[in-house]
């Protein structure tokens, strides 16, 4: 199925799960929609942030299509499901933002570790907490964003155990796509960077670490939600954590080189 | 000073040391020189172990001149120490290869992690070795390499301890220069790799791995001495360790990408 055929699919209602594995070969990007008042401030932690939040695209104020996503794009209701908080705390979850939408909205797509992940198993590297069918194992570290306006905390990072040698191939292959993360930020012992215990990840599951292997970790699309929930900002809408904007974007056309 | 008048310095007899820090910026070579009837066979050893063997330029049989190495170049003078094998020994250390040329002599220039080094340091990378100005700490393995004719054993590697972040970076930097043993092999656990205790290397000098830090290893031009030495050639010439042959080929050319 194409990107537009599965958005087409969500805007009639009939997907409303976790996108993980649709439209292989296509960038899901993770959605955060702020009223323009936030909306210059968050731009400018994401320029300062890029690793934890890659810019796929930026709307147009009040626009809920975003051309350089995909063609006949709607981010009211192409999503499967949609988190809305208001004062901070968790409001609604609702399947469309239609009744909801404001003409000074902003929509910032950012890149997702489901496209460079694709690349790592094109690479033969495999990665546990998909052979285990497991969700992504992530970490609250000590490193500190760069702040900006209301926005700022630490990084959140995603972590996956690799052979040294495929942790090198790895460092190569997320290193040409800045734009879903980059290389990792770091790897080896997690107490250098504020993990007190790998068996107890602070958003999804835990997996093994086997002798032969070093744990490496990547900056997590979790970080900007984290610093737009510490905002306790009005009014925000993000995608549901899993169920992501499937976008015409050709994960290989992300490369940098 | 350029490399080409560096090599007549050289020629001259004025200059009989190590070449580290001579002609920054211009890549070093290490030499192997053998009779045409072992050349094919350590042509397709050094081809088929290119990390530890990464060919800048073989010459022509019988030619003492490399053009793809350097302008008015002479193997026989412009080395600053030689190494003579016979029948597997170390048999003479001449100061220059009059009287020893054959014409059925091939000449092998092998990279040298001299110019990786010059990358990372430009990087901001710290490297422990040079700060403390000992000689690089290298260590046999258990990886076998893929055997040629008499060439065969296991890899050898040099070992840099990094900081995480470092040696990502450093793992991004290296994999631009396949001319110079590219991207590291292991990173992480010695034992692994067979390498039972960093503090006794088999060559060069220890030096301390702080508890924030991961040993890193790169494949080392000493794997194609010891597979020649192994191999107990009736005649071998390489340069003498560490006075290596200057080129003319800035390091920068020898970037990939």
């Not at 949609?82 to 797509?109: C, I, K, M």
């Not at 250098?192 to 997996?207: E, Q």
């Not at 093994?208 to 306790?232: K, L």
Request: charged residues 20%; negative net charge.
């Amino acid at each position: 199925m194409k990107p537009i055929q599965f958005r087409h699919l969500v805007r009639a209602g009939e997907f409303r799960k976790p996108t993980a594995g649709v439209c292989g070969g296509y960038a899901q990007a993770n959605l955060v929609i702020l009223p323009a008042a936030q909306a210059h401030d968050f731009l400018r932690f994401a320029q300062r942030n890029p690793k934890a939040c890659p810019l796929l695209a930026v709307g147009e104020p009040g626009a809920w299509n975003v051309p350089a996503l995909g063609a006949d794009l709607d981010l009211r209701t192409d999503v499967p499901g949609y988190y809305v908080y208001r004062d901070g705390q968790l409001a609604e979850t609702p399947a469309s933002l239609e009744g909801l939408w404001r003409d000074d909205l902003v929509a910032f797509a950012i890149g997702c570790s489901f496209s460079f992940e694709e690349m790592l198993l094109a690479a033969g590297i495999p990665l546990r907490h998909i052979e285990q069918d497991r969700n992504i194992a992530m970490y609250r570290t000590n490193i500190p964003n760069e702040a900006a306006g209301a926005f700022g905390g630490n990084m959140v990072v995603s972590m996956r155990p690799l052979k040294a040698r495929d942790a090198i191939r790895a460092i190569q292959i997320t290193s040409r796509f800045p734009a879903i993360h980059g290389a990792p930020v770091h790897l080896g012992d997690p107490r250098l960077i504020g993990i007190a215990d790998l068996a107890r990840p602070d958003y999804g599951d835990a997996v093994e670490v086997m002798a032969d292997e070093v744990p490496v970790f990547w900056a997590c699309g979790v970080t900007p939600q984290e610093a737009i929930r510490a905002a306790h900002l009005p009014f925000v809408i993000t995608h549901r954590p899993g169920y992501m904007l499937v976008t015409d974007i050709p994960n290989a056309a992300l490369a940098a080189l």
